[in-house]
C-alpha cells in the first residue's frame, strides 16, 4: 500500500512541479517537502495535510494511502445522498444514479406525507 510520502511525490510529479515550486505554493521549505517525499518527516498537523489534499485535489484517506481513490464528490437526490467516485463520473452515470435514488425514494415513501 502506497504511504504518505510516496503519494505526496506522486502527485507533486503529476502537476510537473519540483519541490522548491511545490514548497512556495503550500507555503513549506524546499528542504520540508524533501523530508517528506524521503519519509523522513510527515506533516505535523491535519491543517497541513488538509491543505496538501485540497491543493491536489484528493481525499486525505488518498494522500495517507488508506486507497486508491483519488477524490469522491456527493449526490444528492430528495432525501438521499452518497459519494461517488469521480473518476468514473459522466452524465449517462449521473442520470442513472438519479433514477436509482428516485427507485429508493419511491420503496421507502415518507409516512408523512
Not at 1 to 13: C, G, I, P
Not at 20 to 38: A, C, D, M, P, V
Not at 76 to 84: P, Q
Request: proline share 2%; aromatic share 10%.
Amino acid at each position: 500500500m502506497a504511504t504518505f510520502k510516496d503519494r505526496f511525490k506522486e502527485l507533486r510529479t503529476e502537476k510537473g512541479l519540483g519541490q522548491k515550486q511545490i514548497g512556495n505554493l503550500l507555503g513549506y521549505s524546499e528542504s520540508t517537502i524533501s523530508l517528506y517525499e524521503s519519509g523522513s518527516r510527515e506533516p505535523k498537523k491535519i491543517l497541513d495535510l488538509i491543505k496538501i489534499a485540497d491543493y491536489f485535489d484528493v481525499t486525505l484517506d488518498y494522500l495517507l494511502g488508506r486507497t486508491n481513490e483519488k477524490n469522491f464528490y456527493l449526490v444528492k437526490d430528495g432525501t438521499f445522498e452518497f459519494e461517488v467516485n469521480k473518476i468514473n463520473q459522466d452524465d449517462e452515470k449521473n442520470k442513472q444514479i438519479k433514477l436509482k435514488l428516485k427507485e429508493l425514494n419511491d420503496l421507502f415513501p415518507d409516512k408523512n406525507e
